[in-house]
């Protein structure tokens, strides 16, 4: 398959931006679409999703939408607010799995409905036939027209648009989130989120075939996770919140395993301070993939890191 390139819509304006103002932006810039164009994500199986983790294979860096990337009009974890991201640029998505109290897989946060919803009350105490009846709000609190969704309709919209990761709630059983995963094919655009390195192995001994964000914060925790049965094929590094050591993200290299670091919190708002620069100085330094509060700032960064070194990826193709 030949390799795709993407290329920025009027580069010449974009570089001379750029380089005029160091790629700055006002902390009170409101978030700006991505100046390139969109791309499909061309993963037909969990092999194809393994090549596209492979970091001594693929060096194309991403952008992971917190909670699925909320702004105003649009909620956390909702898929019209997945598919305002997936619009401006190829993401991962991370977003968060509940259970109701009839054992439906759903997409939410927190414990209780209220700072998300138009709803009271605990969720694992809610019925899926009455969260239906509920609507999201934004994150200035305004309510929207948009429903919660289930595990299962995120997982219907998503292939070929984005790449999931599942923050699979306390209380969620893994054997549930997998059974749903393998019964879409979507272990070619999924990967779950564990917490540990007992959580990483019970995930993949149930389902061998998943790909696992693991917490690797130093290589004390990358020696335990390489001496396990799960192979560095199957993993994905969360780095943190806070910059790691650049040894470490030659340690995870030089294994083939991709590096996330998480720049929602302090990150994000020193890049809001600085300028948008700094999401392309994070990947200099050796992370991979960006999880952030800004996707649409951060991938204007991107953008132009992307274009300026003329970075492909063969799991990439332009959108018709």
């Not at 509940?98 to 019925?127: A, F, P, Y």
């Not at 059983?173 to 390195?197: L, N, Q």
Request: hydrophobic letters at 40%.
């Amino acid at each position: 398959m030949k390799k795709f390139l993407i290329w920025c819509i009027g580069t010449a304006f974009s570089l001379s931006v750029f380089m005029m103002h160091g790629c700055r932006s006002p902390a009170t810039t409101t978030p700006v679409d991505s100046t390139c164009s969109p791309a499909w994500f061309h993963l037909n199986s969990a092999s194809d999703l393994y090549g596209f983790f492979d970091a001594r294979r693929d060096q194309y860096p991403l952008i992971s939408a917190h909670r699925g990337g909320p702004k105003e009009g649009f909620p956390e974890n909702a898929i019209a607010t997945f598919e305002q991201v997936s619009n401006a640029m190829p993401a991962i998505i991370e977003c968060d799995v509940r259970m109701t109290q009839d054992s439906v897989l759903i997409l939410m946060h927190d414990e209780t409905l209220n700072r998300t919803t138009n709803g009271t009350g605990e969720l694992r105490r809610t019925t899926f036939r009455e969260l239906s009846e509920l609507k999201l709000k934004d994150p200035s609190g305004r309510l929207t027209n948009f429903p919660i969704p289930t595990l299962e309709e995120a997982l219907v919209w998503g292939k070929d648009k984005v790449i999931f990761s599942l923050d699979v709630k306390n209380a969620v059983p893994y054997d549930k989130v997998i059974k749903i995963i393998e019964r879409h094919g979507a272990e070619a655009y999924t990967m779950i989120i564990t917490y540990s390195a007992g959580q990483a192995m019970v995930v993949h001994r149930l389902a061998p075939d998943v790909l696992i964000s693991a917490n690797i914060k130093t290589s004390g925790d990358l020696s335990r996770l390489l001496s396990s049965e799960i192979p560095p094929s199957r993993l994905v590094a969360f780095v943190g919140t806070h910059e790691p050591d650049e040894a470490l993200y030659k340690q995870l290299s030089s294994n083939g395993i991709k590096s996330i670091l998480g720049t929602m919190g302090n990150l994000d708002r020193s890049a809001e301070r600085s300028g948008y620069q700094r999401y392309a100085e994070f990947v200099k330094k050796g992370a991979n993939i960006l999880s952030t509060d800004r996707p649409f700032e951060a991938q204007k960064a991107l953008d132009y890191f992307i274009t300026s070194r003329q970075i492909t990826s063969d799991y990439l193709i332009p959108r018709p």
